[in-house]
């Protein structure tokens, strides 16, 4: 085992902290922000069984994160509920002495059945992706005509499962489900359950971004302070994405995530492992390091802490800070790789 480490910091004085692990890059959605039907089709060629970390090779490379100051995973994907014996994973992390935190981000489909064995596992926190309660919007955005009910049925049995929190991510896109803001508030207003509200992001290059389909998160703000007074509440964490605000009358909290119009690079404290297991240090990015090479090839822990070190001292990336002079042309990987 490692010894510990006081923690690395990159170019911009920023440490890590957390790491995201997808560890599938298959979803049974085909979101048009993430894995556009046209894109992500019958013919699609998704990686192979052998082309995706192990189980024990994620849990090494967590507990490598670890020594070198990492405290909170997060699993994701694609859809990280499509991974065989996901819950195997989430108890092999969770008994990695030094992860304080440990999550996972899922579109809910299969969450009325995985939610209690998650929780026994050892899983602390669930994000819940869900971007209408109108069957109709919501059927349009996962093109697979997937009933809402069954999301929140999904919830419902994450509750009484007893999970430390769980929030509600909602992606705003003008025109197709900015209308619906107020009332997924309204819907899980009062019931302990966090939704943040994303503006719409162009990360990957096949989900046809443009920037007049993003809803600024003041403009969703101003939308929500006209129904219900909110205040807002400062973030005890650094790296923090969402900017957090309370309901004045009580019932809870709402979040926005401002890539677009606020990024925050410099507070990013994220290192991600692709399903792959190619580690990029950016979620725009266009190239990573190949750690599954390195670990199938042999090397020792020391070595591939060694490696991880090097990348994020040199790590310099800003992208959404520096997105008006950014090559609209640069291949950026995908959502569904990189897992968000």
């Known amino acids: 085992m490692l010894k510990g480490s006081p923690g690395l910091i990159d170019l911009l004085d920023r440490p890590l902290r957390d790491l995201r692990i997808s560890v599938t890059d298959r979803c049974n959605f085909r979101c048009t922000y993430c894995m556009p039907r046209e894109v992500f089709g019958a013919d699609h060629v998704f990686l192979r069984s052998d082309e995706v970390l192990t189980h024990d090779e994620i849990a090494r490379l967590a507990t490598i994160f670890v020594s070198l100051g990492v405290h909170k995973v997060r699993i994701t994907g694609g ?11 989430v108890g092999a992390l969770a008994g990695i002495e030094g992860i304080d935190d440990l999550a996972l981000t899922t579109n809910g489909a299969r969450l009325a059945r995985k939610a209690e064995l998650l929780r026994e596992h050892g899983l602390h926190r669930l994000t819940v992706s869900l971007d209408s309660l109108d069957q109709a919007v919501f059927s349009a955005i996962n093109d697979v005509g997937f009933p809402v009910g069954r999301v929140l049925e999904g919830i419902k049995r994450a509750e009484r499962a007893g999970f430390e929190s769980i929030k509600i991510n909602m992606v705003v896109r003008r025109g197709l489900n900015d209308h619906d803001v107020v009332p997924m508030a309204k819907y899980f207003r009062g019931s302990g359950h966090v939704v943040r509200f994303i503006e719409y992001m162009d990360v990957g290059a096949t989900n046809g971004w443009k920037r007049e389909d ?15 007074r909110l205040v807002p509440v ?27 119009t606020q990024p925050f690079c410099g507070d990013c404290s994220r ?5 792959n297991g190619v580690l990029y240090t950016c979620l725009f990015s266009s190239s990573g390091l190949d750690l599954r090479s390195l670990v199938r090839s042999g090397a020792s822990d020391a070595e591939l802490a060694a490696t991880i070190r090097s990348v994020w001292a040199a790590r310099a990336d800003r992208f959404s800070e520096q997105r008006s002079a950014a090559d609209p042309t640069r291949r950026r990987v995908e959502m569904s790789v990189i897992g968000g």
């Open 79 to 89: 859809e990280p509920l499509a991974r065989p014996g996901v819950e195997g994973l």
């Open 234 to 260: 400062d973030s005890p964490h650094q790296g923090e994405v969402a900017r957090r605000y309370r309901y004045a009358d009580g019932a809870g909290e709402i979040g926005v995530i401002s890539s677009i």
């Open 271 to 275: 290192a991600r492992i692709a399903a």
């Open 214 to 228: 993003v809803v600024p998160s003041e403009e969703i703000l101003r939308a929500l302070d006209a129904v219900y």
